[in-house]
């Protein structure tokens, strides 16, 4: 960059010198005219004060305008900068989907995609922002696996599941109580795309003892939601697990909705949705047909909301077992409303140990506005619950104490006589046990009747059966 810089003087710097007349620039003064003298020609200005504080004040002004002009250089840059920052950050944001035939996985129902599997999940978990893991329409045969986070950066993680996932048969793969596909430890969990996960349960009912054994082999759960935070879960179908269809363990502000579980009605052990430890959780619009409970509600869950489920063949919607094991944590704040249960075992039901090894309990708990098809106890509570073939006459009461339940507009018909059973703990009896606008008819023709058994009870018209005492 060129400068010309003028004082006030009309004194010239930073110029070319002068070219002497009659020479070329920078000859000697030999052969000029005797009036031109070289003193005259290169001496200085003359010199005054005002022209030395003038030119102290143009060099500040220089430093001022260049510390400007530098300044503005930064900013311009700094500007670039961000822009370029703020476009990358962008791209690496937008919903980036990653789908699991990219790693490999081959949907022809045979070849093991586990890894597969796996390698998309961990570059969507350690991706940014809301990302998907895309599976595709097709059959993909899946070996155990565990879907786990944390995943730090990122805001939802979406599993679109649009493809059949079919499991193992061979249980010698599910050792050491490993389950079948596990989701585990990340916050913004999304499952959705109408998918079907199939257990292939039939080949292994038949080693479930279960059902008659105090002790037995646990087979594995279908599908697990572990120690999970804000999670939806829409669309899914399940079929044929040889446990559990789901499990929802130690979750907070679950979601599940538009769910389709199916099992045979004589499979063991087949829960649909099974809660346990965790709270928020809200249940509904599920058609649920299996070979025991719709839904079981088990320790230590609080804030529970489950409505418009379509509940038969099956064991009804039931809270426990509990009272089985030490330590257990109370259950609290339930509500099950809006729904149909049909040719069930049981409909709405609370069933509780006897011999509990501690004390826990079961309160604030709303069944409303549930219609009954042809079930054998519409409304149960069970304190002396053992299916065990060990049990004997020599048991503890249990020590699960029941108190503040409310059953509101239960109405249908029960394929027993008994359609109201209240048998609680002589231990510990149920407290505030509230039955109101309960019309349930049984289909035998005769005038459907209630049992009390240690039941602080109440009962509000309409009421049929009769109230017991």
Known sequence: MQSNVHTSTGVEYCRAPRRIP???????????SDSIKPSRLFSPPPFHSS???????????????????SMKVLIQLA??????????????????????RSYG???????????????????????????????PPGNYFLNPVKFYGPCPNVNTLTVYQEGV????????????????????????????????????GSASWSYDQCPTE??????????????????????????????FHIAVLQCQNFEAGIIHIEAPEDSPNTDGIHIERSS?????????????????????????LISRINCGPGHGISIGSLGKYPNEEDVRNLVVTDSHISNTMNGVRIKTW?????SSSVTNITFENILMSNVQNPIIIDQTYCPDKLCDGNLVPSRVSISDVHFKVINGTSASQVAVTLNCSPGIPCQNINLQDIVLNYVGGKPSTAFCAYANARFSAPMLPLPCN
Not at 22 to 32: C, F, I, T
Not at 119 to 128: E, F, L, R
Not at 354 to 358: A, D, E, G, M, V
Request: hydrophobic residues 35%; contains cysteine.
């Open 22 to 32: 009659g020479g070329g620039e920078g000859s000697s003064a030999a052969g000029r």
């Open 280 to 304: 928020g959780v809200t249940i509904h619009d599920a058609i649920i047909s299996t070979g025991d409970d719709c839904i079981s509600i088990g320790q230590g869950n609080t804030n529970v």
């Open 165 to 200: 996932i079919t499991a193992s048969t061979d249980l010698s793969l599910y050792q050491s109580g490993n389950d079948w596909v596990e989701f585990g430890y990340v916050e913004g969990l999304r499952l959705t795309g109408g998918g079907t996960f199939d257990g292939q």
């Open 105 to 135: 996985a081959i949907a022809d129902g045979v070849t093991d995609n586990s890894q597969a599997f796996l390698g998309a999940w961990n570059a969507a978990c350690s991706s940014i922002g809301d990302v998907k893991l895309l599976i």
């Open 214 to 243: 105090k002790y037995c082999n646990v087979l594995p759960t279908s599908v697990k939601f572990v120690h999970l935070n804000d999670t939806i879960v829409y669309g899914m179908r399940s079929i044929n697990p040889k446990f």
């Open 354 to 358: 006897q011999n509990s090894p501690s």
């Open 51 to 69: 022209s030395l504080l003038n030119l102290n004040s143009s060099k500040q002004q220089l430093q001022q305008k260049m510390r400007q002009g």
């Open 79 to 100: 500007s670039i900068l961000l822009c370029v920052f703020a476009v990358t950050a962008r791209r690496l944001t937008v919903n980036p989907t990653f789908d699991v």
